[in-house]
């Protein structure tokens, strides 16, 4: 089983659509978890932080649930601008950073 | 303020030959990391610096080594490269301060091994 899981999608959503992607992991001792966001042929960047009681960011809302080892991340009223790979990222122990394969989201007018 | 530069951007290769991918950042974080990325797989770790002067194997390791030359730059060699060595890297740093944890990417290196 990958450490790290997420759907490949991709997601073909309208403009203004709400989307929502989860990924899971294995390891119950996984500290910290991040969203990523990588455009085609370009380097992934931080989208945000997941902590523990959830978190939102303008149309961006990440969710954690330890019990079952998934975080969300949720996009409302979505933009053409917001088509991208979203990858899914786990600090197990201290250094090392375990990134999800993507999930894909295009988003058409 | 460059953030991580990487050099080069694209390299083609035969198998065997040696190469060496060059990595800085100007940010003055401590942590550096090489990463590979291939299709369906993500980005998977080769390896990566906690600090000047150490360095630790990811998931990834074989065929490659690495120098930490200073807190700036943090080099991955291909001794010999393969086929299955063709893929694009990427390095990073990362800045960890109280409830920020973040890692900066550099724009990437475009690998082909023939």
């Known amino acids: 089983r990958k450490e790290v899981e997420q759907d490949p999608g991709p997601f073909n959503v309208p403009e203004g659509a709400t989307v929502a992607f989860n990924c899971t992991y294995s390891?119950?001792?996984?500290?910290?978890f991040f969203w990523y966001r990588q455009d085609c042929r370009k380097e992934p960047k931080l989208l945000m932080s997941?902590?523990?009681s959830g978190n939102e960011d303008g149309r961006f809302t990440a969710q954690l649930n330890r019990a079952s080892q998934y975080i969300s991340l949720l996009i409302r009223d979505s933009k053409l601008s917001d088509s991208a790979t979203y990858l899914c990222?786990?600090?197990?122990?201290?250094?090392?950073?375990?990134f999800g394969a993507g999930t894909i989201l295009r988003v058409k007018s | 303020n460059a953030g991580v530069t990487q050099t080069p951007k694209f390299q083609v290769l035969k198998t065997g030959q040696s190469m060496t991918l060059q990595c800085a950042q100007d940010?003055?974080?401590?942590?550096m990391y090489w990463y590979r990325q291939d299709p369906g797989m993500g980005l998977r770790l080769i390896y990566y610096?906690?600090?000047?002067?150490?360095?630790d194997k990811g998931e990834v390791p074989n065929g490659y080594n690495v120098s930490r030359l200073n807190k700036r730059e943090f080099s991955l060699r291909l001794e010999s490269a393969a086929p299955s060595q063709t893929s694009v890297y990427f390095c990073?740093?990362?800045?960890?301060?109280?409830?920020?944890?973040?890692?900066?990417f550099g724009p990437g290196t475009r690998l082909t091994v023939l």
């Open positions: 997941v902590y523990s």
């Open positions: 390891n119950s001792a996984s500290q910290s």
């Open positions: 990073a740093s990362r800045r960890t301060s109280g409830a920020t944890d973040t890692q900066y």
């Open positions: 940010m003055n974080h401590n942590s």
């Open positions: 990222v786990v600090n197990l122990l201290g250094n090392k950073l375990v």
């Open positions: 610096s906690a600090s000047e002067g150490t360095t």
